[in-house]
């Protein structure tokens, strides 16, 4: 059974820092490209960053683009999501996904058709 189980989240003031980090189990994700999404209170989830398979290119959201850093380590399994200069508009529920395609459309990155998602994160950022 694949696994993908995030860790890191917490209660952060604002400027802080977190590293969520994604392990999963079950299957090697070697070969996949893997992403974060996010969900705040009353909103839609959206994509957050996004690293492609070998660790070559990766995709980030606008709001996010600076401050974010996503990487992925085969050997372990595992994805990482280093936050930096943490704004209460970061507080969400983080989840991160395996499976899918990740790229740019229309100028923008995307992640599409994730196979696996994890249950989620919660990170929240006081002001």
């Known amino acids: 059974q694949v696994q993908l189980v995030e860790s890191g989240g917490g209660l952060v003031q604002t400027g802080g820092s977190l590293k969520l980090s994604c392990a999963a189990s079950?299957?090697?994700?070697?070969?996949?490209?893997m992403g974060w999404f996010r969900q705040a209170p009353g909103k839609e989830r959206e994509f957050v960053a996004a690293v492609i398979w070998n660790g070559a290119l990766t995709y980030y959201a606008d709001s996010v683009k600076g401050r974010f850093a996503i990487s992925g380590d085969n050997a372990k399994n595992t994805m990482t999501l280093q936050m930096n200069s943490l704004k209460p508009e970061d507080t969400a529920v983080y989840y991160c996904?395996?499976?899918?395609?990740?790229?740019?459309?229309?100028?923008?990155?995307?992640?599409?058709?994730?196979?696996?998602w994890g249950k989620g994160t919660l990170v929240t950022v006081s002001s």
């Open positions: 996904a395996a499976g899918g395609r990740a790229g740019i459309r229309g100028g923008a990155p995307f992640y599409d058709g994730a196979d696996y």
């Open positions: 079950g299957r090697t994700f070697s070969s996949s490209d």
